[in-house]
Nanobody, 116 residues
Framework: QVQVVESGGGLVQAGESLRLSCGTS????????MGWYRQAPGKERELVAL???????VYGDSVKGRFNISRNKAYNTSYLQMNSLKPEDTAVYYC??????????WGQGTQVTVSS
């Protein structure tokens, strides 16, 4: 069984930066895509960033120019660098990984809180 684990969330002030990390544990799998999503209280889960193998990254409109997704393919690790954070970025951030067989794996989420 494969588990997805996020880390790096926390409390920061507006304008500061955070870096989230995501990795897998358990059985080795080949990952076709890695993504980050977030869900704020009372809102639906939304795409933050998505990186498919061989393709350019895709970002949600609200984070373009501020967030950057990267991956270490050798270690099935994904990173989300978040700069110029705003209070509206406050949410639980979830990492997703899509295997080569199409299975989507989710982490448990990490809380990011941005104070004004």
């Amino acid at each position: 069984q494969v588990q997805v684990v996020e880390s790096g969330g926390g409390l920061v002030q507006a304008g500061e930066s955070l870096r989230l990390s995501c990795g897998t544990s358990g059985r080795t799998v080949s990952i076709a895509a890695m993504g980050w999503y977030r869900q704020a209280p009372g809102k639906e889960r939304e795409l933050v960033a998505l990186l498919r193998t061989g393709a350019s990254a895709v970002y949600g409109d609200s984070v373009k120019g501020r967030f950057n997704i990267s991956r270490n393919k050798a270690y099935n690790t994904s990173y989300l660098q978040m700069n110029s954070l705003k209070p509206e970025d406050t949410a639980v951030y979830y990492c997703s990984m899509t295997t080569n067989f199409g299975a989507v794996l989710w982490g448990q989420g990490t809380q990011v809180t941005v104070s004004s």
